[in-house]
C-alpha cells in the first residue's frame, strides 16, 4: 500500500459516535471516577485527544517512536535543545533558519550553552568541528534560502561515533519527500506553519523522537515548560496533513518548472534548486530524498538591493510576504526581510547575497506562475526608473 494510502487510512475514525473527521476536544480538564482514575486524559496541557491525534499522525509519517506538537516551529526547536545542560556544544549547519540561530545564540548561550556554525554539505569539516563536550548536530536540509543539501546519512555515522544526537529541521523537505530518521537521525523538528499546515492559517511545530527514552524526556518537556499546541490548531494540522502528499508533489512538479525557466532567463544569475542537475549537491538530495521541494531561490546578474526590490514588488501572483509552504505563491527578499538582523559581510559569505529572491511555489497552474515570473521581468525593465538598476 503506498504512503499516501496508508497516511489517509491512519487517520482514525470516532470510536464513539463514528465521525469521520477527528473531533476538537476544546476542554481544559477530563472528569475522573475517583482520584488519578481517568480514560487516559486528566488535564489538556499534559494531554489532549486532539492533539494526540496529531502526535501519533507526525510519528507514523516520520518513522518515529514519540510524536509531540507544539504552539510553534520555535517552541519545538527549543524544547530540544532543553536536552543539553550548561557547558554542552551544538554543532549547527551555517545557512540556519534565522529564528533558531537567535534562539541559539540570544536564549542558550546566556545558558552556557555554545553554538559553532559550520558548513554541513562537507561531513568532514562536521567531524573536525567535534569536541567531547559537543552533544548535538542540527541539521537543515535543504537550507533556508539557498537550499544547500547536507548528506544525513554520512552525519549521523559521525554523530554515533561522537555519542552526540543527530536532529533534522526537515521543514522544507516534509516526511513526504525526506524521512532523516530512517536516515540515521535521532529526531526530527518541523515548523508545521509551513508545509504540514499547508494553508497559510496557523503557527504550530513539531518534534519526532526515534526512541522513546528520548522521546519520553522531550514528552517530559513539552507538559513541564508548558508550549503546546491547543485542540483547534491541532485539528488544523491533522487536515492540512490530509492532503500533504498531493500538495507536496505538486509544489514539486511546479518548482522544478520554475527552476528550469529562471536558469534560462538572461537577467538571472544564479538559481538554487536541488532539483536541477547543476545544483552542487543534487547527487546527495537524490540519494536521500524522493523529491527537492517547493522552494527555488535565484539571484540576478545587477546583483543590487534595488534590483531585488523592484522585482519582489512587480509580481502579481506571488505576493510579498514572510513564510513558506501554503497554497498560495509568495516572493521574499531575504536580505531585507528574513537575513536583515545578519551583519551584510556575514549575509554575503554565507550566499545569501544583496539580489537574493525567494520563491515559495503555490498550487496555482504551473505555467501561470512561469507566466507571472516572465511578465515580471518585462514590467521592471520597462518601468523607466527602475530600468537604470536592472539592465
Ligand atoms: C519557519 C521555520 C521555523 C520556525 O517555525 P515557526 O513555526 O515560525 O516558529 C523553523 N525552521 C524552519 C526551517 C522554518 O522555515
Known amino acids: 500500500m503506498s504512503n499516501a494510502t496508508q497516511l489517509i487510512h491512519s487517520i ?10 477527528v473531533p476538537i476536544y476544546q476542554t481544559s480538564t477530563f472528569v475522573q471516577e475517583a482520584p488519578g482514575v481517568n480514560r487516559g ?56 533558519y534565522g529564528g533558531a540561530f537567535r534562539l541559539f545564540n540570544n536564549v542558550y548561550e546566556q545558558f552556557g550553552i555554545t553554538v559553532r556554525y559550520v558548513d554541513t554539505t562537507r561531513p568532514e569539516l562536521v567531524a573536525a568541528a567535534i569536541t567531547p563536550k559537543t552533544k548535538i548536530i542540527w541539521l537543515e536540509s535543504p537550507t533556508n534560502p539557498t537550499l544547500k543539501i547536507s548528506d544525513i546519512q554520512a552525519i549521523a555515522k559521525i554523530a554515533k561515533q561522537h555519542n552526540c544526537l543527530l536532529c533534522v529541521d526537515n521543514t522544507f523537505a516534509t516526511p513526504v519527500f525526506q ?19 499547508g494553508h497559510s492559517d496557523l ?31 491541532s485539528w ?16 514539486a512538479r511546479s518548482a522544478q518548472q520554475v527552476a528550469e525557466f529562471l536558469q534560462t532567463h538572461p537577467a538571472v544569475d544564479q538559481v538554487f534548486y536541488p532539483g536541477l542537475s547543476t545544483h552542487p549537491n543534487h547527487t ?66 554565507a550566499g545569501v547575497k544583496d539580489s537574493l529572491i525567494r520563491l515559495s511555489i503555490g498550487l496555482e497552474e504551473t505555467e501561470d506562475l512561469v507566466a507571472d515570473l516572465s511578465d515580471t521581468f518585462q514590467r521592471i525593465t520597462q518601468t523607466n526608473t527602475i530600468q537604470q538598476v536592472t539592465v
Open 236 to 251: 488544523l494540522v491533522i487536515r492540512g496533513i490530509e492532503t500533504l502528499h498531493l500538495r507536496v508533489r505538486q509544489h
Open 12 to 21: 482514525p475514525t470516532d470510536p464513539l459516535t463514528g465521525a469521520v473527521s
Open 284 to 349: 546527495v538530495a537524490r540519494k536521500q530524498s524522493r523529491g527537492f521541494g517547493g522552494i527555488v531561490s535565484f539571484t540576478l546578474k545587477n546583483d543590487t538591493e534595488a534590483a531585488a526590490i523592484a522585482f519582489v514588488t512587480h509580481t502579481r501572483l506571488f505576493k510579498l510576504a514572510e513564510s513558506l509552504g501554503g497554497i498560495k505563491s509568495l516572493v521574499s527578499h531575504p536580505a531585507n526581510m528574513t537575513h536583515k538582523s545578519i551583519p551584510a559581510e556575514k549575509r554575503r559569505s
Open 41 to 96: 486524559y486528566d488535564y489538556a496541557r499534559s494531554g489532549n485527544p486532539t492533539r494526540s491525534a496529531l502526535e501519533e499522525l507526525v510519528a507514523r509519517l516520520e518513522n518515529g517512536s514519540t510524536g509531540l506538537a507544539f504552539a510553534s516551529g520555535l517552541a519545538a526547536i527549543d524544547a530540544v535543545i532543553k536536552l543539553l545542560k550548561t557547558g554542552d556544544e551544538i554543532i549547527a549547519v551555517d545557512d540556519i
Open 203 to 233: 503557527i504550530a511545530g513539531i518534534v519526532v523522537a526515534k526512541d522513546s527514552e528520548t522521546g519520553a524526556r522531550l514528552k517530559y518537556f513539552q507538559n513541564a515548560c508548558g508550549n503546546i499546541l491547543g485542540p483547534f490548531d
Open 179 to 197: 524521512q532523516p530518521l530512517d536516515l540515521g537521525a535521532d529526531i526530527v523538528v518541523h515548523s508545521a506553519t509551513k508545509y504540514l499546515g
